[in-house]
T-cell receptor
Framework: AQSVTQPDIHITVSEGASLELRCNYS??????LFWYVQSPGQGLQLLLK??????LVQGIKGFEAEFKRSQSSFNLRKPSVHWSDAAEYFC???????????FGGGTRLMVKP | GAVVSQHPSWVICKSGTSVKIECRSL??????MFWYRQFPKQSLMLMAT?????????EQGVEKDKFLINHASLTLSTLTVTSAHPEDSSFYIC???????????FGQGTRLTVV
């Protein structure tokens, strides 16, 4: 069965600092991987996704993620965090068709002024 | 990307009553829809998978008689929480799949509060 681990429950960074959110997955085949962001009381917004090809994927809002098969990781990065990035971030892995998702526990990002 | 609309965005109901949540794909036909539940400060957990015209498949631990799912058309799936109790208070969110692109699209979610 597929699973996703986000080791960091909370992360606090200063505005303007770089950010890396960790995600490790367990899946037998080549995974479909996603990062979503959720603001309080809101739905999910897709930041980026990896299906195949280039292992470094660019997303919205200046985010990127790198798929590393050898490490079973799909870490999310941003070079300079803005206060508006404070939210909950979820990594997810899709099933064979990519549509049924298993989510990680989430990482809550706080941004210090 | 494709648009999925969920209604209502929030609902408050009395304990013992039933609540229906709708999930619509607005600009595509969804062969499969998924329902997730998210408790406060927790992650999203898949409740069930619904395919148009057939019975939903429920995840282990989800009561199918309590959470009735109907996927009567290619653009609409409904989740009915029957005889709701305070412990059913949660954020419910659906996603819809077109059938070919490996990505499902999420609705905006429904916050259910049972008092």
């Amino acid at each position: 069965a597929q699973s996703v681990t986000q080791p960091d429950i909370h992360i606090t960074v200063s505005e303007g600092a770089s950010l890396e959110l960790r995600c490790n997955y367990s899946y037998g085949a080549t995974p479909y991987l996603f990062w979503y962001v959720q603001s309080p009381g809101q739905g999910l917004q897709l930041l980026l996704k990896y299906f195949s090809g280039d292992t470094l994927v660019q997303g919205i809002k200046g985010f990127e993620a790198e798929f590393k098969r050898s490490q079973s990781s799909f870490n999310l990065r941003k070079p300079s965090v803005h206060w508006s990035d404070a939210a909950e971030y979820f990594c997810a892995v899709g099933d064979d068709a990519g549509n049924m998702l298993t989510f990680g526990g989430g990482t809550r990002l706080m941004v210090k002024p | 990307g494709a648009v999925v609309s969920q209604h209502p965005s929030w609902v408050i109901c009395k304990s013992g009553t039933s609540v229906k949540i709708e999930c619509r794909s607005l600009d595509f036909q969804a062969t499969t829809m998924f329902w997730y539940r998210q408790f406060p400060k927790q992650s999203l957990m898949l409740m069930a998978t619904s395919n148009e015209g057939s019975k939903a498949t429920y995840e282990q631990g989800v009561e199918k008689d309590k959470f009735l799912i109907n996927h009567a058309s290619l653009t609409l799936s409904t989740l009915t929480v029957t005889s709701a109790h305070p412990e059913d208070s949660s954020f419910y969110i659906c996603s819809a799949w077109q059938g070919w692109e490996p990505e499902a699209f999420f609705g905006q979610g429904t916050r259910l509060t049972v008092v």
